[in-house]
């Protein structure tokens, strides 16, 4: 982020003093406000909604702690989920263990996932990691399958107590807020800490990770601190949902192909390597998903409404997207936003990191490589 | 012992398929340095050409392999000309994108062609017991195509001049364009043929497990498996890794247990990543 | 959970879960008071322990849940066969002066996209029951908001006995939860036992390879194999419970070679297209039936081109076999209505939304608990049989009886029309059980 070097000296809490911050978190802070009393005045389907929305929000801001910050591309972080889920699930269905104490639980053994995921692929580059991620859901998938017994299969655990024993219908802001707050919670934990020492390591680890050891921090400890605190957060967030109606224990639900490939989409579109950014794409995405799915105009020629197609749809405007806003919508924004505001204050605005967004660093470490490694070739 | 024979026959003919599988997606690896994750859809949209021109147009046979072959060949190069190009040296966003479009293809499939699987022709029909096992035509049939394909990738990529431009793109795209190659061409030319290779790949596994419109993410996953363990770029490196798994996995069913069928050789995978996180091969280029 | 508020309810006692309590008590209804107000100021109109008498009503609304409704047969059919029964309802002046209407909600086959449609209809649509479904793993993923909704549904597609345990375990909380279709998972198997008991000398199956797929719904199925198959007069040639991910049957199919069976005695769904091409194509000699759900699918043999010639499979209904006299009047109609014939889902919506309406006719009450009791005692005639169910006490709660009289599904195989070429189509013979049979058996000409 462009005012890291700005603010970089307070103490951690003192940064996320409202009156400190810069025009746009503050203008951040407003709509969190606003978010939080939009159940006075929408309804019980459309706060659902916006809970799952939050939910997603969490999914991609945890992807973006490992892949945006440190650069390691992850396939795969429905592993993540449905380790959390699926944890917190069988231990509430198996001994009774209240979902307020069953979902640490989850995140914690999503945490030792992350570790035993994290540290071979520290020994991994580039498209070898994206391969270990890409097929570590697959095969819990089999397992899931293979030791139906526990896991009850493709058809996923079902009757999984609620949180705070709160029944579905009827209840529905209690999950609103509920979901909101671990969006807010997690979204204040990470930003605290990409934002502190530890964050601007990881950037240096996405720029450069010879020049990180060669300032002799040891790189690997701190990209499974990243590892480990994306899982545990996916965890968490997997645990949660299985106990709300925005979410259930079953391979499809947390671990599908979809899922995997929509989490990364949702922190792209919103803005890779920003965490609010990942936040808000992951929001967008299940906003515009469900608006797609009601949207009842034929498509001419091949005469079919919307919302039949909803999902091809929704992969093409993707594809759109991706090729038109590589950087990312809040990203795209904040430019825009910043090009006005400059323009009012008549001054221009000089970026601290070259200009380069974090998308385009991970392409270099990649592409260097994939080119075998000599730095001078551009 | 009968043991012993049907397991070398099955596996031999089961890495042939799998060789056919992963060969396009080395080839647009090793020369482009690109992660084609829309693989799959390629094999996907080869095995729905054929049912279009079969099934939904109703000509003969023959024209519905050309269209198998031709579909995927476009679409291989339109990725190529639309998406890759543009995103050249910035693998991620490739990678992303490739999955994304291969998403869509997977839904426009879906959308126009339904979720029920279909069938499409083999090519050829028929049966032979062979060591004591029962063998179809068409199994051995893209078992001789495999090698007549890898055959003739490494007679064209050494000896003719296009092949050795590809050759020397692989190497280096700027070196290749100071000696005057035109590396886009080339590059293009690659792209169509993996199309190509992916569309037969697609009719071989069509013709024998019925056409799906997901039935493209098995075979990519197959075809990473057998690049990485293969070594990155290296034709010869797959065909080798497309063996070990192929041995790998007919062996651990008859041998050991079949409770593990279809993930045996990712847990090889993941092993061999593990202890050797370069491939068996190292990195090479194509040949 | 449920009883938290209960409690709060009760100690609490506002003016409305007191008014809702007394109207129970007035209303008599049994068993219901565990639940008042279970769902708080929040429910809607629909999921009401008070008596909603259908004379007050102009319309009755039904909520349908099902797959890709616009391309998947499946969910076709249950919406199709739904929207046909509601049709015939009200071109007959509707039930009891009340119009019956339809709100069809795609579940994409994923369960949370199922359970917010399930949400969308009981909020948004104030729905009066609910039906379709068709995976378990989608039924299982709303059973909870079903029990917390309150208002009654009527399963048809997915067997999976989990449903009617939790109907039988947590009776006052899931008792809304109805299976009209298809007989759950456990008499799947006691019906495959029961067809080879009673057509294996016909056939010629002195023995058979019993292969079933490695996936949680054939789990009591292969249970009730186990348990039963070897009282039969059929030898068990080997038993193999093949893994998810096969994609290969070579290695399998040796084996059933090796062991001399007749036939393969099949439990497929996920893998069954694999299964039978490679079967076909490599022409093996032995037989092939049980239950292969794509092979139920009426457009199936077109689809892989004949490769499901000769093969047989439980079905609940096909187009021709009369099982009962609503049945060929049905599967007509919905071919003149819809340009194709109905999946058997399809004929379970329809009898679903029959049965339903018969109920609050007979009743005149559209309150989830009069429908709930009125269901228990229902005994409909459907087109797919007699269609009641094991009442509370029964392992299978609200299950549908599986029966000779009740609902008895019947066996097909696919008959080439031209055997000399296979390819151009196909047609599904009922071969079991006798009355029904349109039929008689072929053996693989191969063979």
Known sequence: MSDRSDRGDGQPLDRLNPMRLGLRHQLGLVGLVGLGTLPLVIDATFALTLALAYFWGVYAMSWDVVSGYTGQISFGHGVFFGVGGYTSALLNLGYGIDPVFSIPVGALLAAVAGLIIGVPALRLRGPYLSLVTLVAPLILVQVFIFRSDIFNGEQGLSSVDPLFGLSTFGNETAFYYVALGLFVGVLALLLLITRSDAGSVFTAIREDEDAVAAAGLNPAKFKIMAFVLSAAIGGLAGAVIVHTPSGNASPTTLMSVTVNVEVIIAAILGGMGTIVGAGVGGILLILLREQLSKVAWTVPIIDTPVSDIDFLVFALITLVLLYALPGGIVRWVIELGGQSVAKLRGRDDVAADGGQTPLEQVYDSYAEWFSGGDDDER | ?287 | MTDKVTDSVETGGDDHSVSRRQAIAAAGTAGAVGLAGCSGDGSEGSSSDVADPLSERDEVRIGVLAPVPSENPIGASIANGAQLAVDQINEEGGVGGAELSLVVKDTKEEPQTGSTRYGELIRNEEVDLTTGVFTSEVLLAILDDIAGSETPHMTAGAASPEASAKVSESYDKYKYHFRTGPINAHHLGVNLVDFVEAKADALGWESVAVLIEDYKWTEPVSAALDEQLSETNVEIAMTNRYPSGTEDFNPIYNEVEESGADAAFISMAHTGTAAVIQWAKQQRPFEFGGIHVPMQLPSYYDAVKGACAYGVTQNSATPTAEVTEKTTAFADAYSEAFDSYPVYTGYIAYDAVNQFAEVISDSDDVAADAVVDGLEGSSYRGTTGTIEYYGPDSEFAHDVKYGQDTVWPVYQQWQPDDPENPQAGGTQEVIFPEDLSTAEYQTPPWI
């Open chain 2, 1 to 287: 012992m009968a043991g012993i024979s049907q397991f070398v026959i099955q596996s031999t003919i089961r890495s042939g398929l799998y060789a056919l599988v992963a060969i396009g997606f080395t080839l647009i690896f090793g020369v482009g340095g690109v992660l084609n994750l829309a693989h799959g859809a390629s094999i996907v949209l080869g095995a729905y050409g054929v049912y279009l021109a079969t099934t939904v147009l109703g000509l003969t046979t023959g024209v519905g392999f050309v269209v198998g072959l031709l579909l995927p060949a476009a679409f291989s190069g339109l990725l190529y000309l639309g998406i890759i190009k543009r995103f050249d040296h910035e693998p991620i966003m490739v990678m992303i994108l490739t999955l994304v479009t291969s998403i869509a293809v997977e839904l426009l499939v879906l959308n126009t062609a339904g979720s029920q699987p279909v069938a499409i022709p083999q090519f050829v029909p028929g049966n032979v017991t062979l060591g004591g096992t029962n063998v179809q035509y068409n199994l051995l049939a893209v078992f001789v195509l495999s090698w007549l394909i890898i055959v003739g990738l490494f007679l064209f990529v050494n000896y003719t001049k296009t092949g050795k431009a590809i050759l020397a793109v692989s190497m280096s795209d700027k070196g290749a364009s100071l000696v005057g190659i035109d590396s886009d061409r080339i590059n293009l030319i690659t792209w169509i043929i993996a199309g190509v290779l992916a569309g037969i790949a697609g009719i071989a596994l069509g013709s024998q497990l019925g056409a799906t419109f997901s039935m493209g993410r098995t075979p990519l996953i197959l075809s990473f498996s057998i690049v990485v363990l293969g070594g990155i770029g290296s034709i010869r490196g797959s065909v080798v890794g497309a063996y070990i798994i192929g041995f790998i996995e007919v062996g651990f069913v008859q041998f050991i247990s079949n409770d593990l069928t279809g993930i045996a050789p990712l847990l090889v995978l993941v092993g061999v990543l593990l202890v050797k996180p370069e491939g068996l091969f190292g990195r090479e280029l194509a040949e």
